[in-house]
Structures are given as structure tokens and as C-alpha cells.
């Protein structure tokens, strides 16, 4: 078990570890896949297409997003896989898969509306079901994921359609949706989570706009 997690591990070559990822063919409403490169070098115009390969100075030892493997991994994990919202270099929350919430006065259920049309990297839809298993994966005891400690604050996520989904707190929490937008709440494909388990860490399949491949 331990050898085969190891020979995992991306290995450092002449300066760096070297992580290779595809543009994915993800389907999201309104929206196109960003330019995989800088641009062409002559006219700066944008260019789709290609690889783009990526330098770190560590490994990444894991794209779980219930395990802390620091800076480097969670920049690889945000472009495999996406959260319910992102936040903007002002701070803002903005839609992400989810086109938007409110909460209840009382501070405890929050209620996601999400996009439709949108695609896992596998085919397969992404729906409510799939944030309700990502989400309580995170929080199983019996998973025992280190980075579950981080939304141990949420009693429950209930599947309301395909589209809707609600996330009960224990009690209200300021910053949530700093929270929703961490790297901890990247929501799997459930088919992926069915096929690798625990081996997730090493096959995951979101809805950013890289696929990971290998």
C-alpha cells in the first residue's frame, strides 16, 4: 500500500516538479475555457489549445481536497475542480456552480441554486447530489479526512431537486461563505467517488477548466 502511494508522489525533475494538464471539455452555460497559453508571443492574441506545463519546487502529493498538502496542491486542485462560489481579488463571493444563495434568518440553512447545463470531466451532470456527497464525504468521522475539521460546523446537506441544495449549519457562522469557497468544498464527480474511494487523491474528476489526465 505505502510503495504504491509513493511511486504517486509526482516526482521533482532537474528544478521542479512538473504537472501536465488538459483542457477539459467542461459545458457550462455562458461561459468558455480560458486560454491554455500566455497568448501568441508576436500579436498577444489569446490561444486555445495546447499544454501548458507548470513548475513547483515541491511535490504535490495529493489532489484530494480533504487533505492539506499546502499552496502548490491547491492551486492544481482550483483548476481540476470547482467550488459552489469563488471569491474575487477584492473579496467578493461571486457565482461559481452555484448561480445563487440565501440564507434563512435564523443563520442555519443556506440555500444554493445551481447552474444547470453544467458537466463533470467524466460526462456525467453535475447536480445537488453531487455537492450533498462531496460535502458529507468532507465530514464523515468514519473517512476521517484532516481537512473536514475545517467545515466540522455543518449538520447536513439536504438534496431539495437536481438543482437545489441546502447546507445546515449547528449554529450560524459569519464567514461562511469563505468557507464554500475553499478548496475543502471542490465538489467530485459522484461516479469518480463510487469508482476510487479513498484513491480519489489520484483521479479526480471536477468541473474547472483542466482535466487532470495523469
Request: proline letters at 7%.
Amino acid at each position: 500500500m505505502a510503495s504504491r502511494k509513493y511511486r504517486r508522489v509526482f516526482s521533482l525533475g532537474l528544478l521542479a516538479m512538473v504537472l501536465v494538464l488538459a483542457l477539459s471539455a467542461c459545458t457550462k452555460p455562458e461561459t468558455q475555457a480560458p486560454p491554455v497559453s500566455g497568448g501568441d508571443p508576436v500579436t498577444g492574441e489569446p490561444k486555445q489549445g495546447g499544454t501548458l506545463i507548470v513548475a513547483f519546487g515541491v511535490p504535490v502529493t495529493s489532489l484530494d481536497p480533504g487533505y492539506a498538502v499546502g499552496t502548490q496542491g491547491q492551486v492544481v486542485r482550483k483548476t481540476i475542480m470547482e467550488s459552489l462560489v469563488y471569491r474575487d481579488e477584492e473579496g467578493n463571493y461571486l457565482p461559481q456552480l452555484a448561480e445563487r444563495w440565501e440564507t434563512d434568518p435564523d443563520g442555519l440553512t443556506w440555500r444554493f441554486y445551481l447552474r444547470k447545463g453544467v458537466k463533470f470531466h467524466d460526462g456525467t451532470d453535475f447536480t445537488a447530489e453531487a455537492v450533498r456527497r462531496s460535502i458529507m464525504r468532507m465530514i464523515d468521522p468514519e473517512k476521517g479526512l484532516p481537512r473536514g475539521a475545517d467545515i466540522k460546523f455543518i449538520d447536513s446537506v439536504d438534496v431539495v431537486d437536481d438543482h437545489t441544495v441546502e447546507i445546515k449549519t449547528k449554529q450560524p457562522v459569519g464567514p461562511f461563505l469563505a468557507y464554500v469557497a475553499m478548496d475543502t468544498m471542490s465538489i467530485l464527480s459522484p461516479a469518480s467517488l463510487d469508482q476510487w474511494n479513498n484513491d480519489i487523491g489520484w483521479h479526480p474528476v471536477g468541473t474547472g477548466p483542466f482535466k487532470f489526465e495523469s
